[in-house]
């Protein structure tokens, strides 16, 4: 029955944990009755003898015998200033350096935690994988004595920041009722040599003590790859130490839950002096220290950073990897915390909760959790007390494009964003039906003037060549929007250039869409892959037409329905943003005809001629 507890799914109900707690909790009191029996001894004895005394009428020896004992430091009277201030000298100069090698880290206690595996959500295989490191933690010892194992000492979460890998651990050592030490590697470091080290052992030591206390004990390291990178020179993470001694001290350190206690030291060397009296045959046989039951988990972005030697049987020996969430996951995490915040009813809706899920790609849990916190506060600021499906909008828009600022941009410049805009819109919306425009803009958000914000419709982890082809001539659709209506095109191109490049330069060098077959990303080396394709006039000139092809298909485009940017673009400035289905309305207002004609083939030339017909429609170029 033990055994199976190591086999099954959930947490395990039995623990070595909760004996061992128990086991030291009645040697707690086993203790402080041998102490309060020696004192009652000491006090009895003398009653008695008091009362011997009174029988005798001795009453002034009687009174002595009851009196306290009293504390005096015989003949110290004219040297005590000097020895006070010398003490208070030294506890000025040396507390500071005793309390500089102090563990920096923060203990939380199980009940103090307030969340359970059961407040994990949209991460079940982690949460899987973490319950089999627990149990083999809550039962340690059945693995170490009846199945012959070691124990587990340290795991790894690997993941980006947000994830939630310090929630999990958390969960985990409340879930397993031991006391959960965290500590930020950053905390470790110290400007005085020799420190960074000290903290590092006097971390260990409190995590051995509080597992002897309390029958097991979970740190976590955060960012461990600050003092546990690979060490490769003297420089770095380590504070005065440098990255080799950091490292060797935290390798030492994690092998060091065998080590006896002080205890069990001093009772040692008093065994062996006896045994050295003793005939062979005779000697007080010695028990091996328990381990303390400690389990260290450290968090890191960046695990192919970290030394080698951690990553060995015995240390960091398995990696869980913490992801962002998948659709489904955010879904779960929404429900999780929309529960638990006041909102209207209309986000009960199953449909709009998976649509906000489905729109959420790439926020981690932590970016969910405090894009609804941001929807409350615009609730607040419409006088609401709920957060509603405008208000996770409006937040979700913050998030991800930053504040509206005012900008002061003459009538003219505004015009021209809103076209430019509205080229990019009308390109996706024409060639890219697979992917769902969400915001169309001139508010002017961070560095940008205006935006088109699109999206896949799908959750998607790759794309193909034509997908690709479609994304470079979005971003074409600004600057040909601008040639078209004004004649010629603005510097605001300039970003739309670089992801464009960027794409075609990846095409070609990476992704075996272009003429060659050869990867740029098959040579080591320290260059990045776009410049290696652009410093390489060969494949240089493969992206200039792929560059060139995308912009006259939309040259092609755009001037055979030019009466769908200047709607989109007259909305803009009307409205100044169209959030999801109102570009679609707009543009459904003016259909050009079936979808599958909107590309022209090459060759076509729009008729009549579109910048000269253009600048007559335009009143601006009129001007
Ligand atoms: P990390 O350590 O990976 O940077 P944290 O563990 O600090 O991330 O997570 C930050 C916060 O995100 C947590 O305090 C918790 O509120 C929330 N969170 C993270 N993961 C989850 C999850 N799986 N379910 C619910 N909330 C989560």
């Known amino acids: 029955m033990e055994l199976a507890s190591l086999a099954q799914s959930g947490v395990?109900?039995?623990?070595?944990?909760?004996?061992?707690?128990?086991?030291?909790?009645?040697?707690?009191?086993?203790?402080?009755?041998?102490?309060?029996?020696?004192?009652?001894?000491?006090?009895?004895?003398?009653?008695?003898?008091?009362?011997?005394?009174?029988?005798?009428?001795?009453?002034?020896?009687?009174?002595?015998?009851?009196?306290?004992?009293?504390?005096?430091?015989?003949?110290?009277?004219?040297?005590a200033p000097a020895l006070l201030l010398t003490l208070l000298l030294v506890a000025v100069i040396g507390g500071p350096m005793l309390l500089m090698g102090r563990s920096p880290h923060v203990l939380y206690r199980p009940e103090e935690m307030g969340i359970g595996l059961g407040d994990v959500v949209g991460a079940d295989a982690v949460v899987e994988e973490a319950v089999k490191t627990l149990n083999l933690f809550l039962n340690h010892r059945v693995l170490r004595e009846e199945m012959g194992g070691n124990p587990r000492r340290g795991v790894l979460f690997e993941g980006p920041p947000g994830t939630g890998k310090t929630y999990i651990a958390k969960a985990l050592a409340a879930e397993a009722g031991v006391p959960f030490l965290f500590v930020s590697s950053s905390a470790f470091q110290s400007m005085y040599y020799g420190q960074t080290n000290r903290k590092i052992r006097s971390y260990f030591k409190a995590l051995r003590s509080a597992a002897r206390r309390e029958g097991g004990a979970i740190g976590f390291i955060e960012e461990i790859d600050a003092i546990g990178s690979a060490r490769t020179g003297m420089s770095g993470g380590g504070g005065r130490e440098g990255v080799v001694g950091v490292v060797n001290e935290l390798l030492i350190q994690l092998q060091s839950f065998d080590h006896p206690t002080g205890w069990q030291r001093a009772r040692g060397v008093l065994v062996d002096s006896v045994n050295r009296w003793l005939p062979a045959d005779r000697r007080i046989v010695k028990r091996a220290p328990e381990p303390a039951n400690v389990l260290v988990i450290g968090a890191t972005n960046r695990a192919g950073d970290l030394d080698p030697a951690l990553l060995r049987p015995g240390r960091f020996d398995r990696t869980i990897s913490v992801d962002l969430p998948s659709r489904s996951g955010r879904r779960q995490i929404l429900d999780y915390y929309l529960a638990r915040k006041a909102h209207e009813a209309d986000l009960d809706d199953p449909d709009r909760r998976d649509a906000l899920a489905a729109t959420t790609f790439g926020y981690s849990p932590v970016m969910l959790e405090r894009l609804l916190d941001e929807a409350l506060v615009w609730a607040l600021r419409r006088g609401g007390h709920?957060?509603?499906?405008?208000?996770?909008?409006?937040?979700?828009?913050?998030?991800?494009?930053?504040?509206?600022?005012?900008?002061?941009?003459?009538?003219?410049?505004?015009?021209?964003?809103?076209?430019?805009?509205?080229?990019?819109?009308?390109?996706?919306?024409?060639?890219?039906?697979?992917?769902?425009?969400?915001?169309?803009?001139?508010v002017k958000r961070r560095s940008s003037l205006g935006l088109l914000a699109h999206s896949e419709r799908e959750e998607r982890w790759t794309a193909t060549q034509s997908e690709v082809e479609n994304l470079i001539r979005i971003a074409f659709g600004g600057m040909v929007a601008e040639e078209l209506f004004f004649g010629e095109a603005s510097s605001g191109v300039a970003g739309d250039l670089k992801a464009a490049t960027e794409a075609a330069a990846r095409m070609v060098g990476s992704w075996g869409m272009g003429d060659t077959l050869v990867s740029v990303d098959a040579a080591p080396g320290p260059l990045h892959p776009v410049a290696r394709v652009l410093g390489d006039d060969g494949t240089a000139r493969q992206v200039e037409a792929i560059l060139e092809a995308a912009r006259d298909d939309v040259r092609r485009l755009l001037s055979a329905h030019p009466q769908l940017v200047a709607a989109l673009r007259d909305a803009l400035l009307e409205r100044d943003e169209l959030i999801g289905p109102e570009?679609?309305?707009?543009?459904?207002?003016?259909?050009?005809?079936?979808?599958?004609?909107?590309?022209?083939?090459?060759?076509?030339e729009p008729d009549p001629a579109p910048v000269i017909d253009l600048r007559e429609a335009d009143p601006e170029r009129q001007a």
């Open 12 to 79: 395990s109900r039995r623990s070595d944990v909760t004996e061992a707690r128990e086991r030291a909790r009645q040697r707690r009191w086993r203790r402080l009755a041998v102490l309060l029996g020696v004192v009652a001894a000491w006090a009895v004895t003398r009653a008695v003898l008091a009362t011997v005394y009174l029988a005798d009428g001795r009453r002034a020896a009687a009174r002595s015998v009851l009196a306290l004992p009293r504390l005096s430091l015989p003949g110290l009277g004219p040297y």
């Open 386 to 442: 709920e957060l509603g499906w405008e208000d996770v909008q409006r937040a979700k828009m913050t998030a991800e494009l930053g504040l509206a600022q005012p900008a002061t941009l003459t009538e003219r410049e505004r015009r021209t964003v809103a076209t430019h805009e509205a080229g990019h819109a009308t390109v996706a919306w024409m060639v890219a039906p697979e992917r769902k425009l969400e915001v169309l803009s001139i």
């Open 583 to 604: 570009i679609g309305e707009v543009l459904a207002g003016v259909d050009p005809g079936p979808r599958s004609a909107r590309v022209p083939p090459a060759g076509h």
